[in-house]
């Protein structure tokens, strides 16, 4: 019998994405902040059927999770594992914390079961990620949990007439089993 779960966590568990998740997340997506850190398309709300889709996608390289508080069930974030490339073992993370959970540590403990999955389940070799230079907590969580900054695409998103760079971070196997 395990002794340990792979999904849950002390204060979270993964699960997958329900449609009754899709207003909370939706609402997600309208606000700003939420989705300048997630990504370089507009920031501007998604619809309803914008989040359908992507709670209904599913492949054998596409994992996307609902992160649920232990106690309430409530989803708080969403963590993705996907892009595997299974013949060479290895996939992008992706993590995103919802409205007002936000810097109260649900996204280090999402990301570390995330990466537990990946890699004792999945037996993944590499995870990688890109993140916004502006996005300094989850730049600080990242390296945290052992993600190593590769190098940048230099000045690549414009935001408020600025320029930042997309960092590119990635962790192999062996780095994540000396934590």
């Not at 060479?88 to 993370?93: D, P, S």
């Not at 540590?105 to 070799?125: D, H, P, S, T, V």
């Given at each position: 019998?395990?002794?340990?779960?792979l999904?849950?966590?002390e204060?979270?568990y993964?699960?997958?994405?329900?449609?009754e998740?899709?207003?909370?997340?939706t609402?997600?997506y309208?606000?700003?902040?939420?989705?300048r850190?997630?990504?370089?398309?507009?920031?501007i709300?998604?619809?309803?059927?914008?989040?359908?889709?992507?709670?209904?996608?599913?492949?054998?390289k596409?994992?996307?999770?609902?992160?649920?508080d232990?106690?309430?069930s409530?989803?708080?974030?969403?963590?993705g594992?996907?892009?595997?490339?299974?013949?060479?073992?290895?996939?992008?993370?992706?993590?995103?914390?919802g409205?007002?959970?936000?810097?109260k540590?649900y996204?280090?403990e999402?990301?570390?079961?995330?990466?537990?999955?990946?890699f004792?389940?999945?037996?993944?070799?590499?995870?990688?990620?890109?993140?916004?230079?502006?996005?300094?907590?989850?730049i600080?969580l990242?390296?945290?949990?052992?993600f190593?900054?590769?190098?940048?695409y230099r000045?690549?998103?414009?935001?408020?007439?600025?320029?930042?760079?997309?960092?590119l971070?990635?962790?192999?196997?062996?780095?994540?089993?000396q934590?």
């Amino acid at each position: 019998m395990l002794q340990f779960s792979l999904l849950k966590g002390e204060k979270l568990y993964l699960d997958r994405l329900k449609e009754e998740d899709t207003a909370i997340v939706t609402s997600w997506y309208g606000d700003e902040e939420f989705t300048r850190n997630m990504d370089a398309l507009l920031s501007i709300p998604k619809q309803v059927t914008d989040i359908q889709k992507m709670i209904e996608l599913t492949s054998e390289k596409d994992y996307l999770f609902a992160i649920r508080d232990l106690q309430t069930s409530q989803i708080v974030g969403i963590v993705g594992i996907e892009g595997i490339l299974w013949n060479h073992r290895t996939a992008w993370i992706s993590l995103g914390i919802g409205g007002t959970n936000r810097r109260k540590g649900y996204g280090r403990e999402a990301l570390q079961l995330a990466m537990k999955l990946a890699f004792q389940e999945f037996n993944l070799y590499r995870l990688q990620l890109t993140v916004f230079a502006y996005n300094e907590h989850a730049i600080k969580l990242y390296e945290q949990v052992g993600f190593v900054k590769e190098g940048a695409y230099r000045s690549f998103l414009e935001r408020d007439n600025k320029r930042f760079d997309l960092l590119l971070y990635g962790i192999l196997r062996e780095e994540y089993f000396q934590k």
